[in-house]
């Protein structure tokens, strides 16, 4: 298995920008209704309430997992199917490297700027959709560095396999 670097995954960020922000701004389900049809949010909305459950059950493999997949359901809802499997392999990349890194609290604040996202559409608003996802993507970039040097990387793995509260153990 070959590990992505920090610096290696700033590329991976830096073409999901151009790339989600970009699909934001040119659908055509955006563009031409004024406002997205339901069809559109309703699994946006549907995928945002499964990351918020998911991350109150402190199942770290499965939020990393829907955490990233939202950005892929996001260009299946908009029509763009040339994208997803783009999307699909820079959001791999990008949340290899983030995973490692990621707190309960960025996780709770990414799935926070997906709700914003999806209200944003909802108001009809791409362009302000297209400046969330942007700022969303460079502070789950940002918050690589600094996690990196705060966080050691046994303890990170460590933790999710840790006994819970009113557990026994042996």
């Not at 939020?63 to 783009?86: I, N």
């Not at 990349?93 to 914003?116: E, L």
């Amino acid at each position: 298995m070959v590990e992505l670097s920090i610096d290696e995954a700033g590329d991976a960020f830096a073409a999901r920008r151009s790339v989600e922000a970009g699909m934001l701004r040119a659908s055509t389900l955006l563009r031409e209704a004024g406002k997205p049809l339901q069809s559109v949010l309703k699994p946006l909305r549907r995928h945002v309430k499964e990351e918020q459950a998911t991350i109150a059950s402190a199942d770290v493999a499965t939020w990393t997992f829907l955490l990233a997949d939202f950005h892929v359901c996001l260009a299946e809802c908009l029509g763009h199917r040339v994208l997803c499997g783009l999307l699909r392999d820079l959001t791999a990349r990008t949340t290899r490297v983030a995973s490692f890194y990621q707190s309960i609290y960025d996780a709770r604040k990414s799935c926070d700027d997906h709700a914003q996202i999806v209200a944003a559409l909802a108001a009809g608003n791409p362009e302000q959709a297209a400046q969330l996802m942007l700022v969303h993507i460079g502070d789950v970039e940002s918050g690589l560095g600094k996690s990196a040097a705060l966080v050691d990387p046994v303890e990170r793995l460590r933790a999710p396999l840790a006994p819970r509260a009113g557990t026994v153990t042996r």
